[in-house]
């Protein structure tokens, strides 16, 4: 791209080019035919001046030679009759006019003697035209060709005083005679006869020149009266005129006139030089012209374009000094200033907008992302630390469904707002999505993050009041600190996260993050991944434990447990990766690939003779699938199992989620003749008056309370006690899992209990082995005494 | 271009002892031809060397008379009546002489001694022109305006008759003639002129 300054310079410059072009042509022209026509004017005049200079020439000869004719001398020693003496003042007198030959010539015709070495002497005067033009008119003067030569000769009477004999004088017209004329006319001048052999009679030019004009002249031979021509000799142009000269004896004696072209250029080619400086210098003072004044306009234009550059380095701090110009300059540039104003309120707001969270005016995980990792750049310098607390609302989603979406955005606020009162001004506090609040502050020590977290648990000790409503919130608090836990913001973010859900878990206000913990999660962060594919490549499997009806010690349930055989972890159990599969909503689909495994292994075993029902754990997610009632009436009689044989196992806790739905389903699941089952019995805080409304059937025993179960200790054996009474008197079957030794089995079966599941029964075996396993125990009484051998015992968490 | 023309002679009775003799010159158109010299040249006869003389005087830049006949050996005397020199001067063969510059008249005459016509000229003044025309006869005569010139004292005798004018080109032929002793004849001559 070429700048507007060049591009008005190179305008101009063409611009003027082409007129100063046009005008040297247009002198050259004019020059040129000028030249031609003074050329031939100079010519005419030097013919002219030619043909006055030969004629007066002859008419000085004719008055000396009639003088000289008058000479008495002359005279006398014409009338001596003594012709020696006649030749000799016949050559005198003709010396004394410059005569180059010399007759005289009877009154009748003849030569009497000539200054010719006598040639002519007795013969008839050569140039009788002369001679008759004498007599008629008592002299004559003329041009004639004589001896190949042109000559202006003279013919007088000699007068005694009668005229008694012709006196003939001969003047060659030679080369002093041309220069004369040459030097008042500046011509080059030539006499030529085009009928004699050498035509080039006389000339003024140099020998050389003459030989090439004479062949010129051949070529163009004109005739005739004057004529104009062109011709080169030694390359240079010349412009000639042939003249035709009066001669008395008919002889086309021509004068030739030429001049140089090149000589008559000269000044019209100074002229023109002159006009192509003049020319050169109209055209460097245009160029400088344009440069300043395309600098006045491209120079404002470079401002604006420098400024345009700082905003768009997002710089809106205006250097331009606008002066008051009407001009166009002016207006783009108060325009441009305008611009920049409004771009600059414009990015203030999307910034705003962008880095701060519209519910609570808070700064939004963006922007409290950049001001930590700034923090962290000074505390870097300052060797002081960054904290970092992430906290997340226990049971917000409960809250929004239970009062609505308005109310939790008025929540959200009010907690925003107590957070923001409660830390200092420095601190920052954002609202990083949902309902996760994110505090960051600047500590000397580590003990100052427990001091926030504190001083945050304490701010919401007290309920929020909103809209009448009396709420209580509790948040779960992560810590993680610079450069304590992480060296850069988003580690330390990550690893906050990673303590707020070790809280979470724990049930504590807050954790600080433990070394090591992320490393574990990225694992998790691998398995979730890895998880969808899992089924695909058929890596999931099935384990089966069987559970034994204490009062006949049949076993008479399979509990179906899902095992991951993972490339690189090896066997993955099931509290490993099914938290995983229901955070990222893989958990419906390995529900159904266990059931229809769990399914179609029981009804292989009944067609074998093995009678056994199976069970089929829930997640809480799996009772929110409206359609999982169907689809299991579906496998049941694809594979053609009675409902019977299928017991469904859920955690109180899975109810508790949403009780009405989750109440829906199950009665759906009854309705279809499902056998259900309420697992981990005793951890959560269902109310037995929620539990009497479920539509269950069997009800098992958290193994937490079993595998301590020994006659010392009391507290265990009152809650499994009083939990199988209290199942018996609702008409539930009990069952006790974590079952690993003989003194819990005596325990349970003095209890009353009616199964028991676990390893002193049985680990959870494969499917393969599960089916010998089946045919070596049925009925067997005594197989508490024979546990499998080489086991160690070990909580197995089931599903 | 120099033929002569027929001359036509018209004569008339004798009158005396001696003959005369009136010639009128005229020139083709019929107009009179002045300044001719008409003279007779008696045949047979020697005549004796006159010693006459005779004058031609220089008035007003001029030769007086334009013409002079002489007859052979008369001394011609060139008084110079002007008051500025002359000088005379001949280049014809029948006489070649000069007098220098002169005031006056000269102390010698110049004796014409061969017939001829003698062109006289001042080598100063070109355009002062006479004619001496020198005849072996003493029977000459100058044609006055009328062109008419008289011979007399004629003895009876054959003659030739000849005519000389200044424009001449050539001779006219001779007009024979015979005289008796007193004849008294007038002729006419037509010349080319």
């Known amino acids: 791209m070429r700048s507007f300054q060049a591009k008005l310079v190179y305008l101009t410059v063409a611009v003027l080019v082409l007129l100063l072009t046009a005008i040297l042509i247009a002198v050259h022209v004019a020059g040129e035919r000028t030249m031609r026509r003074s050329v031939a004017n100079e010519l005419r005049v030097g013919s002219g001046v030619l043909d006055r200079s030969l004629a007066g020439r002859g008419n000085m000869l004719s008055v000396a030679v009639r003088a000289m004719a008058a000479d008495f001398a002359f005279r006398e020693a014409v009338a001596s009759a003594d012709r020696p003496t006649i030749i000799s003042a016949l050559s005198n007198h003709a010396g004394r006019v410059n005569a180059s030959a010399a007759f005289l010539i009877s009154l009748d015709g003849t030569v009497l003697a000539d200054t010719l070495n006598e040639r002519y002497v007795g013969r008839p005067f050569p140039l009788p035209s002369l001679a008759g033009e004498a007599g008629r008119r008592g002299e004559s003067t003329s041009i004639v060709s004589f001896e190949g030569r042109p000559y202006l000769f003279v013919v007088v009477p000699i007068l005694a005083p009668r005229p008694i004999d012709w006196v003939c004088m001969g003047f060659a017209i030679d080369d002093a005679v041309l220069n004369e004329v040459r030097s008042l006319t500046q011509l080059d001048l030539s006499v030529w006869n085009p009928a004699a052999e050498n035509p080039l009679m006389v000339s003024t030019l140099r020998q050389q020149e003459r030989g090439e004009l004479t062949a010129q002249m051949r070529r163009i031979a004109p005739s005739g009266s004057d004529a104009n021509a062109t011709i080169e000799i030694g390359n240079d142009p010349y412009q000639v005129l042939l003249h035709p000269l009066v001669t008395a004896d008919g002889s086309h004696i021509q004068t030739l006139l030429q001049r140089s072209i090149d000589d008559a250029r000269r000044p019209y080619r100074r002229l023109e030089l002159q006009i192509f400086g003049l020319s050169l210098l109209a055209l460097i003072a245009a160029v400088i012209a344009a440069i300043f004044f395309a600098r006045g306009v491209s120079s404002p234009l470079h401002k604006l374009a420098a400024e345009a550059q700082q905003i768009e380095k997002g710089d809106y701090s205006s250097r331009l000094e606008i002066r008051q110009q009407k001009d166009e300059i002016g207006k783009l540039a108060s325009a441009f200033d305008k611009m920049r104003k409004a771009i600059a309120e414009r990015e203030e707001q999307i910034w705003m907008q962008a880095t701060h969270d519209s519910l609570t005016g808070l700064p939004n995980r963006t922007l409290f992302f950049d001001r930590v990792a700034y923090s962290i750049v000074g505390a870097k310098r300052n060797s002081t630390l960054v904290g970092m607390i992430m906290m997340d609302l226990d049971r917000f989603k409960e809250i929004n469904d239970t009062l609505g979406h308005h109310f939790g955005d008025q929540l959200l606020i009010e907690i925003g707002r107590r957070l923001r009162q409660t830390l200092r001004e420095s601190d920052t506090v954002a609202r990083l999505g949902g309902d996760e609040f994110g505090v960051m502050f600047l500590a000397e020590e580590e003990s100052r993050a427990t001091d926030v977290a504190q001083r945050i648990a304490a701010a919401f000790e007290t309920p929020l009041l909103l809209g009448g409503v009396s709420i209580e919130v509790n948040g779960s608090m992560g810590i993680a600190l610079y450069p304590v836990h992480a060296d850069d913001a988003a580690t330390l973010m990550k690893r906050a996260d990673i303590a707020m859900y070790d809280a979470k878990k724990n049930h504590t206000q807050y954790a600080i993050y433990e070394p090591g913990r992320d490393e574990h999660s990225l694992r998790r962060l691998a398995i979730l991944s890895e998880l969808r594919h899992a089924i695909a490549r058929d890596e999931l499997d099935l384990h089966y434990q069987p559970k034994i009806d204490v009062a006949s010690g049949k076993a008479v349930h399979a509990e179906a447990l899902v095992r991951w055989r993972h490339p690189v972890h090896g066997d993955l159990k099931p509290d490993e990766f099914i938290p995983l599969a229901e955070q990222s909503g893989n958990i419906g689909m390995i529900t159904k690939w266990v059931l229809r495994k769990a399914i179609t292994h029981c009804g292989e075993w009944n067609v074998s003779g093995v009678e056994l029902t199976v069970a089929v754990n829930l997640s809480a997610l799996d009772l929110f699938d409206a359609e999982l009632p169907t689809y299991i009436s579906g496998l049941l009689s694809e594979v053609g199992l009675p409902p019977s044989k299928l017991v469904l196992e859920i955690t109180e806790s899975a109810v508790m989620k949403d009780p009405a739905y989750a109440l829906r389903i199950l009665r759906d699941l009854k309705n279809r003749g499902v056998t259900l089952a309420i697992d981990d019995y005793g951890t959560g805080y269902s109310s037995l008056a929620h539990l009497k409304r479920l539509p269950v059937d069997e009800l098992k025993i958290d193994k937490s309370f079993v595998l301590n179960l020994r006659n010392a200790a009391t507290d265990d054996i009152v809650i499994v006690r009083s939990t199988i009474e209290l199942g018996h008197n609702m008409g539930l079957r009990v069952i006790a899992e974590g079952v690993e030794n003989e003194e819990a089995w005596q325990i349970l079966k003095r209890l009353g209990c009616d199964m028991a599941q676990g390893y002193f029964i049985s680990k959870p075996l494969p499917a393969s082995e599960f089916g010998a396993w089946m045919t070596n125990h049925t009925g067997n009484s005594n197989l508490a005494r024979n546990p499998p051998a080489g086991e160690t015992p070990s909580v197995i968490e089931p599903l | ?193």
């Not at chain 2, 002062?128 to 000459?140: E, I, K, N, R, S």
């Not at chain 2, 044609?143 to 080109?169: F, Q």
């Open chain 2, 1 to 193: 271009m120099t033929r002569t023309l027929p001359l036509l002679l018209l004569l008339f009775a004798p009158l005396a002892r001696a003959a005369t003799l009136s010639v009128t010159v005229r020139d083709a158109r019929g107009g009179a031809v002045t300044d001719a010299v008409v003279y007779a040249v008696p045949e047979g006869r020697e005549l004796p060397l006159a010693k006459k003389t005779a004058v031609m005087d220089q008035k007003n830049r001029m030769f007086v008379p334009h013409v002079l006949p002489v007859q052979t050996g008369t001394a011609v005397r060139f008084p110079n009546s002007d008051d500025i020199r002359h000088q005379v001067y001949s280049f014809s063969s029948a006489k070649q002489f000069q007098i220098p510059l002169y005031k006056g008249t000269p102390a010698n005459p110049v004796v014409f001694d061969r017939a001829g016509v003698v062109t006289l000229g001042c080598s100063i003044h070109d355009r002062m022109t006479a004619y001496v025309v020198v005849v072996d006869t003493p029977y000459f005569a100058t044609t006055d305006k009328k062109g008419r010139g008289a011979l007399a004292s004629l003895g009876a005798g054959k003659y030739s008759l000849r005519v000389w004018y200044p424009e001449m080109t050539s001779e006219p032929a001779p007009v024979p003639l015979t005289l008796a002793a007193s004849d008294d004849k007038e002729l006419v001559v037509t010349v080319r002129k």
